[in-house]
């Protein structure tokens, strides 16, 4: 038992982590793994800068005369929230952080297509931030993170200028990326890795990238668009000048829709490698799911009026558009299927990591099936703008996608960092989170069908007990937050080294070191074995 | 020797970099598809709702100059698509001087934008100067709001291609880019042009020819 | 309203009942699908635990009759309640022809209501109990929501445009009524009550609130006193359509569409005179959007609409 930091071993002195001590070896960095690292830093930070305004609201909705901030402070809070955590931590999250880093170790190649264009959406994405940072410290906006006109052209009173801007350098950002992974699954994969033994989680972020590419240029004009418009009062929104404000609405929509399965992609990618993972066992119909991935992507292209089923959408449109909802749950019902599908007859390990994955599947599901609620027309048109909606995108958003990035970091951080961390701490946290959560989120079910409208601070008393509910819960769930930066950075010093496959999973990423040195493959790999390629016993179950 | 990719890159052999690379400017190219395709969705949805203010604010813009400046563009693309070829041919001082000529066209298409806004200004109709009046309809300030900022986008981006056109000439006459080895470089910034010029073809008919 | 824990909302309308219904329904749906996951999710981590001792054999990894009907069997159940819940929907978009038409306006941060009889209130709104009530509002700024959770009814009033919104109440009581899309500072406070009174306490009301003339008899002396009648009486040297009968009639325009004569294309008419100009007369009006008041404008529309072909009988 060693006393203090356990010392480094060879394989740490030879890593990526070590080739170049200094800040500007960071800095200048071409390595996608040492950008992976950068992009998991800034986005921790701006998790916290949105978890800090989560807890601002729910506190000051723990009563209901909006004791706790004023009413333009309260829009301020949730506006931050928004456009903090959408676009600054859940959309560049598992791809940025987790894509970057595994996708050329889980093909065989020795970097993504194009290095310095990876390390250029970084600094986009680091520039939009001080944008964002500069929006709040001078006083903040107060549009909500979707900035509706006319109210965020002609009324809004904050500094939405210069978060349209950071949005529109974010996007930029984005773009990068998805149409580095793009090539890179196309033109860089070793031999023998053909698509049919592409791991899921490549499958999920090529289709992530498909609508990075395509949605966030449309969300980048309009918001030009907007900022045309409020710094010069032309009028494409303003009905007294011949414009239209529900044309902002399809535009926004229109990307705001993909995006959230931007989000959420790649999440179900983290989930299959988890899976198989804990179970040892081959995924059960791999083209099944790698398809759906695909078809989730096209199909949620064309859904986006069911956000406006009450703002003056025809009626014919708003059924075709409710129908279309439907068909998208379709393929998000099959992947869950054959995760489940997958455990049967497995050997599941209850790590950390699969317990994050089991949370996924509980909270996704629930997330998921409010969402099919919300596609029925007259439900929407009661539930639309209250907190219905707040916890069914928190179920997915939080208890899917976030929850499926921390199964990721505590399946993937022995990888990254070459330490093993504390593994009960682990499970602690799985357990608070997933507790937490659902205290959190689920009294917003009933608080939402009650009528309590989102975006509201002040509500009658006799919701309040549903709210404390909520607050309650946040709280835990801020606690299951914060564990893993304590137990996480200790573990960077005194942690186990974790040898090169810990999990005993199989992945190119797992034959290298932990963690790799600077180039991947010492000899390029010739894959020749199917993709999870679990000891079968069965010699009759096919491929 | 130098013929392979540097060490520090994920290639193993020069074509699948080219190929690469090419796939890369594609997708690029895809995304600023999206981008003023979604612009000019607005503007073809105004055009459906306020068919006559389309009209009569079209009737302002200078339909001789627009379809002048449609000709160099186009003109200019072929001056493009020559320089590729040649690039591919090997044939450096070709190239290079196709490319000059590219450069040459596209700074003259922004010489008879400016005229154009020029008289627009002179007859009153930019916002910021006396409030458009000559346009009294509301969907006609929207229409012509719109035509500003479309052709203002393309210009922004045209002159973005103007400077990677000329900093290319620059490096091809210097022999700084080899060819045919590098042709793939002069390929990609030959789409990324023929991108600004395919837009052009979009915007000059839903404005131009909306009288 | 109590101060305990409320954990469902009042239903004050046959609508609501059937939401309810359809949501209570959907919800053992949503149970039927979540329950299997959760209970084989445990089940299967417990069961087969690694290290422990249990039959593996034959695990399968493909099975396309499972996979198809996992998806099809709930894809056809989910299409049965889209037809039940469209249905729905297509009552909540299709009024009866015998409404009780309220105007609404809405504007930062306040709901302005004006009866067909001139009784105006604000951020109030007292409507008869089983009597169709259809409210037609209109946004002085920004998008704003009009919201009764009791009624389950809510629709978007957008500045430009008229949008409506119909319902029928059936239970008497006051109910909160709410502003359901971000408007700014003071969104959170724009809300008021909701009074569905009996036959005899909204008339009580109507009579004790203060009114001088009905919306439409105002709007008839503004449509002198604005010189309306200078262009559109029927003995006027100036060409200028004939409003009587004009509303809910077909009107041909020149860019050759038609379009049926609502509020919406009233309003329009006097505020934005060149939007829409009908077949065979010169766009000559004036607009007439910085002289009249919001409030005007509604007392004008409904003159208009008032308006019947002489060989009508008036009622």
Known sequence: ??????????????????????LRSWLTTTDHKRIAVLYLYAITAFFFIGGIAAALIRLDLATPGGDLLSNEGYNRAFTLHGVVMVWFFLIPSIPATFGNFLIPLMIGAQDLAFPRINLASWYLYVLAGLFTLYALIAGGVDTGWTFYTPLSTLFANGYVAAALLAVIIVGFSSIFTGMNFIVTVHKLRCPGMTWSRLPLFVWSLYATAMILVLATPVLTMLLILVCIERLSGIGIFNPD??????????????????????????????????VTAAARKRIFGYWFIAYSSVAIAVIGFLVWGHHMFVAGESTYASAVFSFLSIAVAVPSGIKVYNWIATLYKGSISLDPAFLFAMGFIGLFVIGGLTGLMLAMLAVDVHVHDTYFVVAHFHYIMVGGAVTA??????????????RMYNITWGRITAALIFLGFNLTFFPQFILGYLGMPRRYHVYPPEFQVLHVLSSAGASILAVGYLLPLIYLLYSLRHGQPAGSNPWGATGLEWTVPSPPPKQNFAEMPVVTRPPYDYPIRDPMSRE | MSDQPAAHSPYAEPAQQREADLLGMYIFLVTEIMLFGGFLTAVYVVRVLHPEEASSAAKHLNLWLGSLNTAVLLTSSLAMALAVQLSREGKLRATSAWLCLTVVLGLVFLAIKSVEYYQEYAEGLMPLSDGMRPLSKPGEQLFFNFYLVGTGLHALHLTIGIILVSGLTRRVAHSETPLPRRAVTVEIVGLYWHLVDVVWVFIYPIFYLAR | MNGSLQLWPQQASGHAAQLDTFIMAFTVFVALLVIPVGVLVFVFAVKYR???????????????????????????AALGFYVWSTSLFFELRNPPSDTLDIFIVAKQWMWKAQHPGGQREIDELHIPVGQPVRLVMNSQDVIHSFYVPALRVKQDVVPGRVSSLWFKADKPGVYWMTCAEFCGTDHSVMGGRFYV???????????????????????????????????????????APDLAGLYGRAVALTSGETVIADEQYIQDSILLPQKQIAAGYEPIMPTFKNILRDDEVIQLVAYIKSLRPASWRVK
């Open chain 3, 50 to 76: 690694r290290g422990k001792t249990v039959d593996r054999q034959h695990a399968p990894n493909r099975k396309v009759w499972l996979e198809v009907s996992w998806s099809v069997v709930p894809f056809l």
């Open chain 3, 197 to 239: 009174q009996t036959a005899d306490e909204y008339a009580a009301w109507l009579s004790s609130s203060g009114v001088d003339q009905s919306l439409a008899a105002s709007g008839e002396v503004l449509f002198r006193k604005y010189g309306c009648s200078g262009c559109h009486a029927a003995s006027s040297a100036v060409h």
């Open chain 1, 1 to 22: 038992m060693t006393v203090g930091a356990t010392l480094e071993t060879p394989s740490e002195r030879a890593s990526y982590l070590r080739a170049g001590y200094s």
């Open chain 1, 405 to 418: 990035f921390f199964g990721a970091l505590h399946f993937w951080w022995p990888k990254i960092t070459g």
């Open chain 1, 241 to 274: 000048l011949g414009g239209d404000p529900l044309l902002y609405q399809h535009l926004f929509w229109f990307y705001s829709h993909p995006a959230v399965y931007i989000m959420v992609l790649p999440a179900f990618g983290v989930l299959s490698e988890l």
